[in-house]
């Protein structure tokens, strides 16, 4: 139902498109029963990601894209179903045998409609009252950083939202590709092999081999900090410098960006 369903109001496609936003996403989940109203591929039906994730290669490869959960069932999806088309030869692939086996577990109810189920209404059904009401609950969560300091006419707009990103934990780091299941935990630790699990944290500050790339700007710029554990906090104190003119500060804050 990645857009409503196939069958779904206009009114309810827009409230479809809502299950990008995170808080959204994790009050609702979808019922597969008959299937035909659920994307096999990009629709999160099984698990906690869509195969068009968690499988990509096979995704790449695949013909028939926005296939029915319904039709890939009747069509075979056993290893060597018919429901497998692809524009290369990927028999063989470990991928396929692992989406096969999860496929074993599957059951379809040839009677019933998929639907969406909203946890915060006892009905399962959503209403626009309950999740109102959960958004006006929420505690008021103040920015890692003032919004202001991020807006430099000397920086482009895309590594201003990348470092909005990375305070706010949203990049792909292996900690958060874990929590999503696109890796398991054998690929969740920092790449440079030190051990320790990739975090935003510890990948642009704390691990040993890009740490180093922080003390050799401390020494270009003549600073001396103790490094903090929140990137957020090495903005706010990498840009005071110590006190000094704004201008100083200012030219701080490129050198910060541009090293990360």
């Known amino acids: 139902m990645l857009d409503g369903g196939r069958y779904a109001s206009a009114w309810w496609r827009v409230i479809a498109a809502l299950r ?27 698990g906690e990601v869509s195969f068009k994730e968690r499988f990509s ?10 296939v029915s959960v319904f039709d890939m069932f009747h069509l075979g999806w056993g290893e060597n179903g018919e429901a497998w088309q692809w524009r290369l030869f990927v028999w063989g692939e470990e991928q396929l045998g692992e989406l096969c086996l999860l496929l074993q577990t599957v059951i379809l109810q040839v009677d019933k409609d998929d639907k969406w189920l909203w946890n915060l209404e006892k009905s399962n059904a959503f209403s626009v009252r309950s999740a109102y009401n959960f958004q006006t609950a929420q505690p008021i969560v ?10 430099h006419k000397d920086i482009p707009l895309k590594v201003v939202v990348f470092v909005w990103r990375l305070f706010w934990n949203k990049l792909p780091t292996k ?47 003549g600073l001396s900090m103790v490094v ?9 104190q990498f840009g005071l410098g110590g006190g000094g003119p704004q201008v100083r500060q200012s030219i701080l804050n490129v050198i910060w960006f541009a090293t990360v």
């Not at 103040?142 to 807006?151: C, H, N, S, T």
């Not at 299941?181 to 642009?204: Q, R």
Request: proline residues 2%.
């Open 20 to 46: 990008r936003e995170a808080w959204f996403r994790d009050h609702v989940r979808q019922l597969v029963e008959n299937g035909k109203n659920t994307y096999f591929w990009s629709d999160v039906w099984v």
């Open 228 to 236: 903090p554990f929140y990137a957020s906090d090495h903005f706010n």
């Open 142 to 151: 103040d920015a890692p950083v003032d919004v202001k300091m991020l807006w």
């Open 57 to 66: 290669r096979l995704f790449e490869l695949t013909v028939s894209k926005w």
């Open 175 to 221: 900690d958060n590709l874990l929590r999503r299941g696109v890796i398991n935990n054998d690929s969740s630790l920092c790449l440079t092999g030190c051990g320790s699990l990739e975090t935003v944290n510890h990948l642009f500050l704390h691990c040993a081999f890009f740490g180093l790339v922080w003390n050799c700007i401390l020494r270009w710029v």
